[in-house]
């Protein structure tokens, strides 16, 4: 299994990004993927799921109706549209795909909000 994401960048707040991460060496379009972030000194938080068909979509409190997550699995990516974006949102996010009690991870992609 790998994961590798991309997209991440510095934006200024109010700013837009999408994160994409492309899934590799399993069948993409049977498992749910995940979006997660962690802050400097923070654990890590579970930013969004989905399911492997595309819907059962979840957002953690802190991004609901800002950040929208999709899939295309014709090209095995899953996207994290982020809008409306704020220096709280600064993180390294992760991709994450689970496997019962064990978790396959990318090496993540900086996001920093900052003006």
């Known amino acids: 299994v790998q994961l590798v994401e991309s997209g991440g960048g510095l934006v200024q707040p109010g700013g837009s990004l999408t994160l994409s991460c492309a899934g590799s060496?399993?069948?993409?379009?049977?498992?749910?993927m995940r979006w997660y972030r962690q802050a400097p000194g923070k654990a890590r938080e579970l930013v969004a799921t989905?399911?492997?068909?595309?819907?059962?979509?979840n957002y953690a409190d802190s991004v609901k109706g800002r950040f929208t997550i999709s899939r295309d699995n014709t090209k095995n990516t899953v996207f994290l549209q982020m809008n409306s974006l704020k220096p709280e949102d600064t993180a390294v996010y992760y991709c994450?795909?689970?496997?019962?009690?064990?978790?396959?991870w990318g090496q993540g992609t900086q996001v920093t909000v900052s003006s």
């Open positions: 989905i399911n492997s068909a595309g819907g059962g979509r």
């Open positions: 060496g399993f069948t993409f379009s049977s498992y749910a």
């Open positions: 994450n795909t689970p496997r019962g009690s064990k978790n396959y």
